[in-house]
């Protein structure tokens, strides 16, 4: 598992990998696997990369054998992607702000779903390269705490963009720095301020989920190797589906929240425009 490996032995001209207690070493943070120039690329970032292709390419030729009359994969992506509008529906009221949004939820929950599934599929974590320290070739990148921050950071900011093109920019930035009176001033920081917190609750929530189930999988694998671990990794195939879940709907409840114009705003263009 991504993170967490046997501790190596270095030898002259082999190494050998320790299994006795103790052998297991945890890594909290991402390791490096090679450089370009100065910039060092990560494990988390290499499997990333990967699941950016992956969805990338499978969007690109799914695209290209678009039909009118649709077969069965197409039949079933039309099928995901009415389902998650009709959720956005529950949420956003309208089919046109469903479907304008689809973009960026459908995108979000995509991403993560994948990023998650691929980093339980054999052979991440096993693959290991061998330097000054033995290290996994592919991490899952949830398990980064950098993927999980610069996804929360690029969502938060998107949420932001989007509402200010919806109402527009001083509507939106209105409901941060208000000085009608000084209550709503209070108001519009604690607003401001909690952009900030949902960036960390976003962050610390996906990354801590995944990161604890892998290190679960690999210290149950590790103690007792056959069939055991085979209802936690169900465990975590569930588990990564209800962390994408839960982030993009957080995410569609915010876009909701940030087009949404308060009470006076509202009024106030509607008289304009009637």
């Known amino acids: 598992m991504p993170g967490v490996f046997p501790r ?22 991402a390791e490096e696997i090679f450089h370009i120039g100065s910039f060092g690329a990560t494990n988390s970032l290499v499997l990333s990369t990967l699941v950016f292709l992956l969805l990338a390419g499978t969007a690109f030729f799914g695209r290209k054998k678009y039909a009118l009359i649709p077969g069965k994969i197409q039949n079933i992506a039309e ?46 974590g096993s693959l290991v390269v061998r330097g000054v320290e033995t290290a996994p070739l592919f991490r899952a ?19 932001n963009v989007l509402g200010a093109a919806a109402i527009g920019a001083g ?38 989920n995944v990161f604890a189930g892998e290190v679960l999988l690999t210290i149950v694998g590790f103690l007792v190797p056959y069939l055991v671990p085979l209802p936690f990794l169900f465990l975590e195939i569930f588990v990564g589906f209800i962390q994408a879940l839960i982030f993009s709907m957080l995410t569609l409840v915010f876009v909701g929240i940030a087009i949404a114009e308060h009470g006076e705003e509202a009024h106030e263009r509607q008289t304009v425009h009637g």
């Open 79 to 124: 099928l995901l992607i009415e389902g998650i509008l009709d959720v956005m529906d529950s949420v956003l009221g309208d089919r046109k702000k469903s479907e304008k949004y689809l973009p960026l939820v459908g995108t979000i929950f995509l991403f993560v779903l994948s990023s998650n599934w691929l980093g339980l599929f054999p052979g991440v």
């Open 141 to 159: 990148p949830a398990a980064d705490l950098n993927f999980t921050l610069a996804l929360a950071i690029v969502t938060v900011v998107a949420v």
């Open 171 to 208: 509507a939106h930035l209105g409901k941060f720095f208000n000085f009608k009176n000084p209550v709503m001033f209070f108001i519009g920081i604690l607003e401001f301020v909690s952009e900030f917190a949902r960036m960390v609750s976003f962050s610390f929530r996906l990354f801590g």
């Open 8 to 29: 190596a032995l270095a030898t002259e001209g082999r190494t050998e990998t320790t299994q006795e207690t103790g052998g297991v070493h945890i890594s909290l943070r």
